[in-house]
């Protein structure tokens, strides 16, 4: 009797689905793959803007229009080692260090 119930229930049970087969179907290419796609659209650009910055940074000279991080808007009035000293009104000098400046604008001519 139950040799006859086991091969009903093998017989009513469906065939197991086939995996996915190649190299897509395998788990560790598809977590390089991951990988890969978030350095080049996370990573990479990021790097590649921090760069930028530090170029612009290092370019920077007294008379510059420049925005901080806190959205202050002002003028290089003096460069120090680690700092810099803007003039955000008239007789208002401030200083902030220099990762502090997010955006530098040139001198306008």
Excluded: C, W
């Excluded at 760069?51 to 959205?71: E, I």
């Excluded at 202050?72 to 955000?88: A, E, F, P």
Aim: aromatic share 4%; glycine share 6%.
């Amino acid at each position: 009797m139950t040799n006859a119930l086991f091969s009903i229930i093998a017989q009513a049970t469906p065939p197991a689905a086939p995996g996915p087969s190649g190299l897509l179907g395998n788990p560790i290419v598809m977590v390089l793959a991951m990988i890969v796609m978030f350095y080049f659209l996370l990573i990479r650009p990021q790097q590649v803007q921090r760069k930028q910055l530090q170029q612009r940074m290092d370019s920077l000279q007294a008379g510059d229009r420049v925005v901080t991080s806190a959205g202050i808007h002002g003028l290089v009035h003096n460069i120090k080692d680690k700092t810099v000293i803007l003039k955000i009104a008239d007789n208002t000098m401030v200083e902030f260090d220099k990762s502090a400046v997010a955006i530098v604008l040139k001198k306008e001519a």
